[in-house]
């Protein structure tokens, strides 16, 4: 899998957009980026997940740059709840070890007041 | 809540003990995968089991088994418990091999 590079803490205030960048370089074309956060202890929640194409659901919005060596999760109205590390992977659409999820160290989102 | 349960949520042993932790899947989901989160290591792969049969395995030592059972809930058996075994055991499910994986609320094992 390739590897991800993320920063390793952001502070965002409430209420405002939390814009959490990664970069992935070495990234293969069949490889898709996906974004998971964890909350304290608790399991790693899924967030979103794309290929080439900007994505958007009920939490987030990913940004995948044209060239695909980075992209941006963007969570529109940062609230309390939101802070957690956040995880960016690149995964191989392939089963067996290549469907494994290679977590990095993440960045710790810190939301304010 | 992903539809992942993990059992128990909390586990104290000694060193050289055996226990087992227990994942049931989301309903439909085929594949479970376990994780291991040590304070050191971050959150690590350890083994993937697809309809009862093993699919890929990652830093798993030979102390530690897996197995799937026909209902598709897996067990993960961890024996001759060492101090460093200490840490947050999570399982995943996933439709198939490749789809996205979602997470369980995790076993917390400490060894005293």
């Known amino acids: 899998d390739a590897k991800t590079t993320q920063p390793p803490s952001m502070d965002c205030a409430e209420g405002r957009a939390a814009n959490l960048p990664c970069n992935h370089s070495?990234?293969?074309?069949?490889?898709?980026v996906y974004w998971y956060r964890q909350i304290h202890s608790q399991g790693p929640q899924y967030i979103i997940h794309?290929?080439?194409n900007n994505e958007t659901n009920e939490m987030a919005s990913l940004i995948i740059t044209e060239d695909r060596k980075s992209s941006t999760l963007i969570l529109p109205h940062a609230t309390l709840r939101d802070t957690a590390v956040y995880y960016c992977?690149?995964?191989?659409?392939?089963?067996?070890?290549?469907?494994?999820?290679?977590f990095g160290t993440g960045t710790r989102l810190q939301v304010t007041l | 809540d992903s539809g992942v349960t993990q059992t128990p949520k909390h586990l104290i042993t000694a060193t050289g003990q055996r226990v087992t932790l227990r994942c049931s899947p989301r309903?439909?989901?085929?594949?479970v995968y376990w994780y291991q989160q040590s304070l050191d290591q971050g959150l690590q792969f350890l083994i993937q089991?697809?309809?009862?049969?093993?699919?890929a395995k990652g830093n798993i030592l030979e102390r530690f088994s897996a197995q799937q059972f026909p209902d598709l809930h897996s067990e993960l058996n961890l024996s001759s418990l060492e101090l460093g075994d200490s840490a947050l055991y999570f399982c995943?499910?996933?439709?198939?091999?490749?789809?996205?994986?979602?997470f369980g609320p995790g076993t917390r094992l400490t060894v005293l």
């Open positions: 070495t990234i293969s074309g069949n490889e898709y």
């Open positions: 309903s439909g989901d085929l594949s």
């Open positions: 992977i690149v995964r191989s659409p392939y089963t067996g070890t290549a469907s494994k999820l290679t």
């Open positions: 794309g290929l080439k």
């Open positions: 089991y697809y309809n009862g049969e093993e699919r």
């Open positions: 995943a499910s996933s439709v198939a091999g490749a789809d996205t994986q979602y």
